[in-house]
């Protein structure tokens, strides 16, 4: 049961490279979402989307995009990387929006 | 809008003593309402939840209640182990928005 899958663990790019975080679920949920997380800043939600085909923006959706083709999976791309997007970064689902939200085990991002 | 406020860490206590995490919400419905708990290097995990007006949650001996007369819903623990140690996020979800709304996380250290 592999629950809310990321990849990678970690990453290291340089200021404007672009790239994709990647999260995929097997558990049918709707609901799925992007968090970054920052010292002292609790998490932060960047996009959301409640099923295939729909997505929205969170708090700090500025330099990130998403994508939801398929129920199981909702790529995060950056795509311009910037130094203040160095963060952790989450991704999780739920079947609602009002359910408890399952975590990946999160992605270190550092843009150099 | 909507947010959660929890109370400034860190929290510091001995082993076996008393534990209380503050959490008040504002929200535009009728929210349900969550504390999850995160590991060192791990994604957070759900640890209880509510989701109605004096619904108590409760898990691996730590309790909250749902009160709404007071926007609240502390975590309380009545004898804290070393292996409690860990950050703890207070969260509101539903209501009139689509969106989970975390607090800014309260690291607890238990010294044995």
């Known amino acids: 049961n592999a629950g809310v899958t990321q990849t990678p663990k970690f990453q290291v790019l340089k200021t404007g490279q672009s790239m994709t975080l990647q999260c995929a679920q097997d558990?049918?949920?709707?609901?799925m979402s992007w968090y970054r997380q920052d010292p002292g800043m609790g998490l932060r939600l960047i996009h959301y989307s409640v099923g295939a085909g729909i997505t929205d923006q969170g708090e700090v959706p500025n330099g990130y995009n998403v994508s939801r083709s398929t129920t199981e999976d909702f790529p995060l791309r950056l795509l311009s990387a910037a130094p203040s997007q160095t963060s952790v970064y989450f991704c999780a689902s739920s079947y609602t929006d009002n359910q408890p939200q399952h975590f990946g085990d999160g992605t270190r991002l550092s843009i150099l | 809008g909507d947010s959660v406020t929890q109370m400034e860490g860190p929290v510091t206590l001995s082993e076996e003593a008393f534990l209380t995490i503050n959490c008040t919400y504002t929200?535009?419905?009728?929210?349900?309402l969550f504390w999850y708990v995160q590991y060192p290097g791990e994604g957070l995990q759900l640890l209880l939840k509510?989701?109605?007006?004096?619904d108590k949650g409760s898990n691996k001996g730590f309790e909250a209640t749902y009160r709404k007369e007071t926007t609240s819903f502390h975590l309380e623990k009545g004898s804290v182990q070393v292996s409690d140690s860990a950050v703890y996020f207070c969260?509101?979800?539903?209501?009139?928005?689509?969106?989970?709304?975390f607090g800014s996380g309260t690291k607890l250290n238990v010294k044995p």
């Open positions: 969260a509101s979800a539903g209501g009139n928005f689509n969106k989970f709304y």
């Open positions: 509510a989701t109605k007006a004096d």
């Open positions: 929200a535009t419905g009728y929210p349900s």
């Open positions: 558990m049918n949920h709707e609901y």
